[in-house]
């Protein structure tokens, strides 16, 4: 089934910048050959349930090897049966309706 998901993920206890921990779970991500778009509070997915959530799951385990004592995480997700949408389908939608 295909997911798309808003995912925030908070390393806690690493001090100011989260930076260096938010560009490894970018890479997992990607690696994982899901379709990512970063923005300033998180980053939106899509692609396979399993796969996305293997990831996510992937993202805390490496960060907690890494050392964070703490993550936080928000995930907001969506599934349609109906049709077949992407991220950039969203965005078109509401898009055209602002011209």
Known sequence: MKVIADFCIIPIGVGVSVSNEIAVCEKI???????????????????????????????HQVLHQAGVPRISTTL?????????????????????KLD
Do not use: P
């Open 76 to 96: 907001k997700f969506g599934t349609r049966t109906d049709r077949d949408q992407s991220m950039e389908d969203k965005v078109e939608s509401v898009q055209k």
């Open 29 to 59: 991500l990607r690696d994982a050959g899901l379709k990512i778009k970063l923005h300033a509070y998180g980053t939106n997915i899509e692609g396979e349930w399993e796969i996305v959530f293997d990831a996510i799951r992937s993202c």
